[in-house]
C-alpha cells in the first residue's frame, strides 16, 4: 500500500486519519520536519517531544489529535482502509 494522501483507516470500531510519509513528495503529512542531520525526519507535535520518521511510514492521527508514527509493517497489520481520498 502507497497513500500520497490522507485516507481514512479502521482499527476494530475505531477510525483514523493516515498518512504515509515519503520525502520525495511535494506534500508531506502536517508537522513533518527535516531533522537536524542529512535524511532525517522528525513529526513535531505541538509541546509534545517530536518523534523520529522514517521514508514509507506513517503519520497517523486519530480522532483526539494526537499524532503518531507507525511503520508500515505495523500500521498494514493493524488497520484496513475505509474509503478513498478524502477532499
Excluded: I, S
Excluded at 506534500?27 to 518523534?51: C, F, K, Q, S
Excluded at 521514508?55 to 493493524?78: I, K, L, S
Aim: glycine fraction near 10%; charge should be negative; proline fraction near 14%.
Amino acid at each position: 500500500m502507497r497513500f500520497r494522501h490522507r485516507w481514512t483507516f479502521r482499527n476494530g470500531p475505531g477510525f483514523v486519519d493516515a498518512q504515509q510519509f515519503w520525502p520525495h513528495e511535494a506534500l508531506w503529512p502536517l508537522g513533518v520536519t527535516d531533522g537536524a542531520m542529512p535524511g532525517e525526519y522528525m513529526l513535531y507535535r505541538g509541546e509534545l517531544r517530536p518523534l523520529p520518521l522514517e521514508p514509507g511510514w506513517y503519520v497517523v492521527t486519530p480522532p483526539d489529535g494526537a499524532r503518531f508514527v507507525c511503520p508500515p509493517r505495523v500500521f498494514e497489520a493493524t488497520y484496513e482502509a475505509v474509503d478513498e481520498e478524502k477532499p
